[in-house]
């Protein structure tokens, strides 16, 4: 799992092995509770961990169809509403796109860094906002249904490329 600290990966790290470490996670959660994974499901999640990018649903579905001859939209989108459901993607809302949570087996709201030099984007595992902002919307009384911070800027790597 990245660091809070240093969330976006370094340059040249082992993609392979975050694919690897997120389905596993992924997995694992779903069968604490429950949830099937099923192969569609688990394609799917990997195509959006194929990236560190945020990737939309029609990408997923054109590189679904060019593996499986029936996948079609509605079977990307339940795919989608699963995996979100189940807390193992997160929506990037700016984008209309979806990135993998880093960790589904703890229940959060979502602190996402979007970097608009390369388009990564990273979730803080140490969110620093959302309670604050919690603590604020109890005061109120009002019930919120989801909750996603989107901050964009550069990530170190681009900042030192300026």
């Known amino acids: 799992m990245k660091s809070p600290s240093v969330p976006f990966p370094p340059q040249g790290h082992d993609h392979s092995g975050c694919i690897a470490d997120a389905l596993a996670r992924a997995e694992a959660h779903c069968a604490r509770h429950d949830l099937r994974l099923t192969p569609l499901r688990r394609r799917v999640l990997e195509l959006i961990w194929a990236d560190h990018r945020p990737v939309r649903a029609y990408d997923l579905l054109a590189r679904l169809q060019q593996e499986r001859q029936g996948a ?91």
């Not at 796109?97 to 990273?122: N, W």
């Not at 906002?129 to 009002?142: A, C, E, H, M, S």
């Not at 919120?144 to 964009?152: A, G, R």
Request: proline share 8%; aromatic share 4%.
């Open 72 to 162: 079609a939209p509605p079977t990307v989108y339940r795919a989608l509403e699963f995996l979100r459901e189940a807390g193992v993607i997160h929506r990037v809302d700016s984008q209309n796109a979806f990135i993998g949570c880093i960790a589904p087996e703890q229940p959060h709201d979502a602190e996402l860094l979007i970097c608009r030099g390369c388009g990564e984007v990273a979730e803080l595992t140490e969110p620093l906002v959302t309670p604050q902002l919690g603590r604020q919307v109890d005061r109120i009384g009002f019930l919120p249904d989801t909750q996603t911070l989107e901050i964009t800027g550069l990530c170190a790597r681009c900042r030192g490329k300026q």
